[in-house]
Every structure is written in structure tokens, then in C-alpha cells.
């Protein structure tokens, strides 16, 4: 396991949140960086030679940078954690599905209305709950029976969807009419290595 790994973040960040949250499930040797965004840190050309989007997260691992939360959890798992992520075809697809959700729906959803109420961001904040309120429902239906979003056991899948969803409410999204997206957010937070997100600002909803 290598000891290099370093976590360019930010400790509001979900995206960041995400990739210190598989670091520590999976057991990964790792270094949290933080980024000072207001100070505009991530402006800098130091940062900006890691990813010349200036975004976080970035890791470092050795001579190999990587940007883009989930692809940084692809390369995590792949590299250090392998049952984190199917080794079959139809399970790898099934896992992509939820990344792809998690960087689309949950973005525009969940995440996009915290990003107003708590960042102050010029969104559209009915759209962004419509878009939460669709995203969960599906979430919903899927994790009827199940404890986890694909197969038995938990997935960067669920590593990925976890952040913004389990901090909806600061965005005045409730998740009390999901119970089993809510169940599946305690099956995570049970975990070993379990590493919450702070809480930046409860809403009106629970």
C-alpha cells in the first residue's frame, strides 16, 4: 500500500468529501490537503499544475495525479481497494450507472440546492429540489431489499452518492419520505472507517 497519497480538499466540499470517505473505508494511506478556496488557493499556479480546471479534489499518488471525484474512486479501488468495485461486466456497469447519477441527478438535485443555502450560489433553487426530489424517488424504489446499490456489499457507488444525499437537508430537501435511502445511509455510516462531512447549516428540512 503506498504511504504517498496525497487529498488535495476542502472540508465543505462533497465531491472531496467523497474521495476522504473511500480513502478511509477502504484503509488507504492518505494526507488531506486543504485548500483554501475563499483565498482563491485554487487559482494559484501551484494548484493549477494539478488540475488546470482549479477544482478539487486532486490526489497525488506517487508521480500520478488524478482529478474528478469519481474518477479519483475508480482509480482507488481499481489500484488499492479491488471489493469496492465489480470485477464482472454487469456489475461494473450497475456501479458506472450510480457515478454517472452521482455526477448528474445528485449534482443538480441535492447538491445544487446546499450549494444556495449554504454558498449563497445563484441557482435555481425550485429546480434543483425537483431534481432532489426525483433523484431520491428513484434512489427509493431501487434500494427496496436491498442494503447497498449494487450487490451485497458496499461500492464506490454508494461512496459516491453518499455525501450530498446524507446532507440534503441543508439544503431544505427532506429525507424523511425515504426510508430506505435513509437506511442506506446509516449502512454506510456504520462502516469501518466511517468520516462524516460537517454539517454546515441545517435547513427547514429533517
Known amino acids: 500500500m503506498s504511504n504517498s497519497i ?20 477502504a484503509g488507504i494511506a492518505h494526507e488531506v490537503i486543504n485548500v483554501d478556496l475563499a483565498s482563491g488557493a485554487n487559482k494559484h499556479s501551484e494548484f493549477l499544475a494539478l488540475n488546470p480546471l482549479g477544482q478539487i479534489p486532486v490526489i497525488e499518488d506517487g508521480d500520478t495525479v488524478i482529478a474528478d471525484s469519481n474518477a479519483i474512486l475508480v482509480y482507488l479501488a481499481r489500484k488499492y481497494a479491488p471489493s469496492y468495485i465489480p470485477h464482472d461486466p454487469v456489475g461494473e456497469a450497475e456501479v458506472q450507472k450510480f457515478l454517472t447519477l452521482a455526477a448528474g441527478e445528485i449534482a443538480f438535485g441535492p447538491a ?4 444556495i443555502t449554504v ?3 445563484s441557482l435555481d433553487a425550485d429546480f434543483a429540489k425537483e431534481t432532489a426530489t426525483k433523484v431520491l424517488s428513484k434512489l427509493e424504489a431501487h434500494l427496496d431489499n436491498r442494503e447497498f446499490l449494487v450487490g451485497d456489499n458496499p461500492t464506490i457507488a454508494d461512496v459516491a452518492i453518499y455525501s450530498y444525499v446524507a446532507h440534503a437537508p441543508e439544503g431544505n430537501v427532506s429525507l424523511a419520505p425515504y ?13 469501518e472507517g466511517f468520516k462524516p462531512m460537517p454539517i454546515t447549516k441545517v435547513g427547514l428540512a429533517a
Open 6 to 25: 496525497r487529498i488535495h480538499s476542502f472540508p465543505l466540499s462533497g465531491h472531496a468529501h467523497r474521495v476522504e470517505l473511500f480513502a478511509n473505508l
Open 112 to 115: 445544487a440546492a446546499r450549494l
Open 179 to 191: 426510508p430506505n435511502v435513509r437506511r442506506l445511509l446509516v449502512n454506510i455510516e456504520t462502516l
Open 119 to 121: 454558498f449563497n450560489a
